[in-house]
């Protein structure tokens, strides 16, 4: 059974856009060209201007991305790279996958982002790479870990995959660091037909080494200069992208407006506390996500009013049975664990109704009025 108030909306995204992408689609598939080409140039170069890079180079998805900028970089055996507990795995994954060693460090309690200060303690001679994560639309203290990362001589990959437009400090998430690495998965702020990603970068050499690994490090055909993968932009996946960019802004303002309406909603409660950005920053609010000390009862009530919810994230990264030996013992980092036990995340998309905020507001005060 579908829900009342859903997590998202991506039918409502389509009646919005639909008209365009269809247009777009039908141009690409009736062009021949299926595979990078005009589209995925087109966007790389739209990209590079929001963000405000000089470079993006299109991937098969954001963990494509998170893989290959670390592979350009060197990153590989015998080497550690500082990132997050509390993300999605593929950041993780990313880091493993290059055969690197993940190394966590804590977050910040009110914005679920690395913590600077852990991030400067977790910093060895092996650390190759800081890897931040712009959790749920809200850019990491960027300036902060900047310094630090300067400071060592080590390079940031920001994981931009939830903050597409996010800025802080007058700097876009994904301009900050040697790179940034974006998902265009479709429930992303801006999201493809299917899976997409992209990296963005001042760097030329870099961008020049990620398009070489996206297709079989190969730059002349039949040469293959070293091992790559195949991990190129369809053009389809670049036309729907560039059919709803001109979306975005609107769709992120609206968003921003949702986020408002929640946290009037949902001042007065006790027990709870609200996600919030900080004056020098947008955030562009790919979740609305609470912390309530037992978010139980909550949860049960959402559920039985026909109200979705996510709990992003159950289990904290380094716990996941993937890392094998580098799995960290629970309880490691307490503010992770805290988020892991605490947070709910709450419907967020641009069409959410004022209305809809309202009642799910009341069913939260409800929940845990009797709690
Ligand atoms: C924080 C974070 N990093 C990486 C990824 C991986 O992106 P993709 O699903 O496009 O591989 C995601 C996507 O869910 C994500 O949320």
Redesign the pocket.
């Known amino acids: 059974m579908s829900a009342r108030i859903p997590m998202l909306d991506l039918a409502a995204e389509y009646a919005d856009v639909g008209a365009e992408v269809e247009a777009a689609v039908l141009r690409v598939l009736r062009s021949g060209q299926y595979v990078l080409g005009p589209e995925t140039a087109a966007l790389e170069a739209e990209i590079a201007t929001l963000v405000g890079t000089r470079f993006c180079v299109g991937v098969g ?4 991305a ?1 893989i290959l900028v670390l592979r350009a970089l060197g990153v590989g055996p015998g080497d550690e790279v500082v990132t997050t507990g509390f ?2 795995f ?2 993780v994954e990313a880091i493993l996958w290059c055969g690197a060693r993940p190394v966590f460090a804590d977050i910040e309690r009110d914005s679920f982002n690395l913590d600077p200060r852990a991030v400067e303690k977790a910093i060895g001679p092996r650390t190759r790479a800081i890897l931040p ?1 712009h ?1 749920f639309g809200r850019c990491a203290d960027m300036e902060a870990i900047s310094r630090v990362a300067e400071a060592s001589r080590i390079p940031v990959v920001e ?1 931009a ?2 903050a597409i437009g996010a800025v802080r400090d007058g700097k876009n998430a994904g301009a900050w660091g040697r790179a940034g ?1 974006f ?3 479709p ?2 702020n801006l999201g493809a037909a299917g ?3 992209c990296v963005t970068t001042n760097d030329e050499s870099l961008a020049e080494r990620v398009r070489l690994l996206r297709a079989h490090g190969c730059q002349q055909r039949d040469y293959h200069r070293e091992l790559g993968t195949t991990s190129r932009l369809d053009s389809v996946q670049a036309a729907v992208l560039r059919a709803k960019l001109p979306r975005l802004a609107a769709w992120s303002a609206a968003r921003a407006r949702v986020a408002r309406h929640y946290t009037e909603a949902l001042r007065e409660i006790g027990g709870i506390l609200l996600p919030s950005s900080g004056p020098n920053e947008v955030a562009v609010w790919n979740q609305y996500s609470i912390r309530c000390l037992d978010p139980e009862p909550v949860r049960r009530a959402l559920e039985a009013a026909g109200v979705e919810w996510r709990h992003y994230y159950p289990i904290p990264a380094y716990r996941q049975a993937a890392l094998g030996e580098a799995r960290l013992p629970a309880g490691a980092l307490p503010e992770v664990e805290a988020a892991c036990r605490e947070v709910l995340s709450l419907p967020m998309h641009p069409s959410l109704h004022e209305d809809a905020i309202a009642e799910v507001a009341r069913i939260v005060r409800g929940a845990l009025s009797r709690s």
């Open positions: 998805s954001g963990t494509e998170l993300t999605y593929a950041t994560v959790l994981d995959a939830q690495c998902s265009f998965y429930s992303k899976d997409a990603g």
